[in-house]
Nanobody, 133 residues
Framework: QVRLVESGGDSVQPGGSLTLSCAVDGYTAGSKYCLGWFRRAPGKRREGVAGIESDGREIYADLVKGRFAVSSDSARNNLYLHMHDLQPEDTAMYYC??????????????????????????WGKGIQVTISP
């Protein structure tokens, strides 16, 4: 059972920066995992933001490219989302997710967003990010 706990949510002004963290534990030794960040704005569906494939490749939704960066420590016990030039439309609940995969990709582009091809197996409870003047 993989457990994920997000932290770092806050309220910032437009143009500001924020880094979210996700503490991950419960991996099964010898298994491969993908990790990703998703968000859900009020009245909207959850959308993918950024992810790290099991082989370490990063993938980003077009709507955050050049503004957001995803990273993790070598053991993938901590996942980060570095967000810059934040805008009111970035206001949402942000979730980290994990998926155990044997081969292939976990994520794929979906319009200007990104989605988990097979869904994520485990989710954090989410954390609020609010962008307002």
């Amino acid at each position: 059972q993989v457990r994920l706990v997000e932290s770092g949510g806050d309220s910032v002004q437009p143009g500001g920066s924020l880094t979210l963290s996700c503490a991950v534990d419960g991996y099964t030794a010898g298994s491969k995992y993908c990790l990703g960040w998703f968000r859900r704005a009020p009245g909207k569906r959850r959308e993918g933001v950024a992810g790290i494939e099991s082989d370490g490749r990063e993938i980003y939704a077009d709507l955050v490219k050049g503004r957001f960066a995803v990273s993790s420590d070598s053991a993938r016990n901590n996942l980060y989302l570095h967000m810059h030039d934040l805008q009111p439309e970035d206001t949402a609940m942000y979730y980290c997710g994990a998926e155990r995969i044997s081969e292939g990709n976990c994520f794929a582009p979906l319009g200007r967003s990104m989605h988990a091809i097979y869904g994520m197996d485990w989710w954090g409870k989410g954390i609020q990010v609010t962008i307002s003047p």
